[in-house]
């Protein structure tokens, strides 16, 4: 089974609004990270959040993780129309293997 | 400094055929990882590759293949294509692997028929 499990699987939202998605996992961690991906393309990195952080930003994005309930969540403050994407939370586990392991993904639609 | 870059971006091909697909990392870079994406499945990790060795392998059988060159570019490899291995295959390279953000290509569209 997929170790990242996003929720919700589609949301849809009106520009200026914010939009939450939230990221559950199974194994312990080195780090977290959130992707975006648009129609077909390939993935654009967002944001890594360590093992030992609880909180982080990065212009409109937050992120947050808690450990002890092995979830992330990332809040996209005043979406625009671009902000229309997939969203995919990867874990990096501790485990010693050398594989990030992706969610199903948050398919977002920001209406205009 | 430049992207990650994959070539081709579109392939078509017909079953029992082999594919190689290319990739470059960012420069300096020394880890890629390949990643299979499909509406069904998701994003599925293939193997990484850091100078020239594999360091994991995903759950995929052995006709997929891969290999890395002493200046870090990779490819990969599928033998005796089959309709459900159509998908986007991701390149992704990152300095050295699981502490730092991985930065992708923009995928090759293969599609068998």
């Known amino acids: 089974s997929q170790q990242g499990e996003e929720d919700p699987q589609a949301l849809s939202i009106q520009e200026g609004e914010n939009a939450t998605m939230n990221c559950s996992y199974k194994t312990s961690i080195n780090n977290l990270q959130w992707y975006r991906q648009n129609s077909g393309r390939g993935l654009v990195h967002l944001i890594l959040i360590r093992s030992n952080e609880r909180e982080k930003h990065s212009g409109r994005l937050r992120v947050t993780l808690d450990t002890s309930k092995k979830s992330s969540s990332l809040l996209i403050t005043a979406s625009r129309a671009a902000d229309t994407a997939s969203y995919f939370c990867?874990?990096?586990?501790?485990?010693?293997?050398?594989?990030?392991?992706f969610g199903t993904g948050t398919r977002l639609k920001v209406l205009a | 400094k430049a992207g990650v870059t994959q070539t081709p971006r579109y392939l078509i091909k017909t079953r029992g055929q082999q594919v190689t697909l290319s990739c470059s990392p960012i420069s300096g870079h020394r880890s890629v990882s390949w990643y299979q994406q499909t509406p069904g499945q998701g994003l599925q990790f293939l193997f990484e590759y850091f100078s020239e060795t594999q360091r994991n392998k995903g759950n995929f059988p052995g006709r997929f293949s891969g290999r890395q060159f002493s200046n870090s570019r990779s490819e990969m490899n599928v033998s005796t294509l089959e309709l459900g291995d159509s998908a986007l295959y991701l390149c992704?390279?990152?300095?050295?692997?699981?502490?730092?953000?991985?930065?992708f290509g923009p995928g090759t569209r293969l599609t068998v028929t």
């Open positions: 990867a874990t990096a586990p501790t485990s010693g293997t050398y594989k990030y392991i």
């Open positions: 992704a390279s990152s300095p050295s692997g699981l502490h730092y953000e991985q930065y």
